[in-house]
């Protein structure tokens, strides 16, 4: 990775919400399985570790998760962690959704519109008229 992706990826990660904390039991099996779950949903998540009862500095953590879930470690704060892991099926999901289809509220509201619309022109035409007539009355 390199360190422009990595930058992108911190960018990215700033607005994310921790999904999992590591506390005094460390890491278990459970929690690497979650792990490698959400990265293959996300992609990108963030981890919380809490400092005064973990067994283990969150460097430690990183390194063994990520080597755990196949994953890249983005960067690791304070007691946060990132991981990256590229998920190839996710592009095919996103193209396998198909759009909204549009339904029957959506061609009223359009209906509505058109006839709204086609009102006012109506209402304008009339006024030029009236207009019109005026003007020629009084000459």
Do not use: C
């Not at 879930?69 to 999901?93: A, F, M, W």
């Amino acid at each position: 990775m390199t360190s422009k992706e990595r930058a992108a990826l911190r960018a990215q990660a700033n607005s994310l919400e921790p999904l999992f904390q590591i506390g005094k039991g460390g890491m278990s099996d459970a929690l690497v399985e979650q792990t490698a779950d959400a990265l293959r949903k996300r992609e990108l998540i963030k981890l919380k570790v809490l400092l005064e009862s973990a067994p283990e500095s969150p460097r430690e953590f990183a390194d063994k998760l990520a080597e755990a879930t196949e994953s890249d470690v983005v960067q690791v704060v304070g007691g946060s962690i990132v991981l990256y892991k590229e998920n190839p099926d996710k592009d095919k999901e996103e193209k396998k959704k198909k759009p909204a289809k549009k339904g029957k509220p959506l061609s009223r509201v359009k209906a509505k519109r058109a006839l709204a619309a086609k009102r006012e022109a109506e209402e304008k035409k009339k006024k030029r008229d009236f207009y019109a007539k005026k003007r020629t009355v009084k000459k």
